[in-house]
């Protein structure tokens, strides 16, 4: 067997996911919240997405974006806004993470472990 060769990862596993991962939503607040996500890849809408999170509850898509450079707008509970540029790749930390803390949004690239 050739050394170059890679592992199969199952689809299941927490490696598979955050290497395909590509949108990370997290609600670290004791409250219900909405966020609205757009994701524009140059001026075209690209993905378009409602959420409705609990209190300490977060979500993920995978392969849903190519690899490359995107503009996130993240709008909580239609008062507040976050607009970010976040470049997409099989890496975890290039992943688009949309974190509520504190009655607030942010925008980041690279998905950080939540605290115990």
């Known amino acids: ?5 890679r592992k199969l990862l199952s689809t299941n596993s927490e ?8 949108l990370h939503i997290r609600n670290t607040t004791d ?12 001026e075209v809408c690209c993905h378009r997405a409602h959420y409705q999170l609990l209190s300490g509850q977060s979500g993920c898509s995978v392969n849903l974006l190519q690899a490359g450079c995107y503009r ?22 290039r ?8 009655d607030g949004i942010t925008i980041k690239e690279g998905v950080t472990p939540s605290r115990p």
């Open 72 to 93: 996130v707008k993240a709008v909580l509970d239609r008062q507040h806004e976050s607009v970010a540029a976040v470049t997409v790749s099989d890496e975890p930390e």
């Open 95 to 102: 992943t688009i993470f949309v974190h509520i803390q504190n």
């Open 15 to 22: 490696q598979w996911r955050l290497a395909n991962e590509d």
């Open 1 to 5: 067997m050739p050394s170059s060769s």
């Open 31 to 42: 409250t219900k919240h909405d966020v609205r996500i757009e994701i524009y890849d140059s």
